[in-house]
């Protein structure tokens, strides 16, 4: 998979492993995702609806030109929560 999507795909399974899905009922991550979808947090269905984007523009030829957007908003977003340390003079 294109490094384009890694940080969706990051930030889904972290969600999916704080889930209550996962957390409380003990189901696996990948059974949560295909028989227990309605029952996730609004965060992880856009994450997944986020990555299933992601994945589909790698295949689309226009946004293989412009860039997949998608993903390089997910990293930007993951570097705005990553706080740069200051720097020691």
């Known amino acids: 998979m294109s490094s384009s999507c890694d940080a969706i795909l990051k930030a889904l399974k972290e969600c999916l492993l ?53 993903g390089m908003d997910a990293e930007k977003l993951r570097q705005q929560k990553t706080p740069v340390p200051p720097a020691e003079s």
């Open 18 to 70: 704080n889930s209550d899905c996962v957390q409380k009922q003990g189901h696996l991550p990948s059974d949560c995702l295909k028989q227990h979808s309605n029952e996730l947090p609004e965060q992880c269905q856009l994450l997944r609806k986020s990555t299933f984007e992601c994945k589909r523009n790698m295949l689309d030829m226009r946004t293989r030109f412009r860039g997949n957007t998608v």
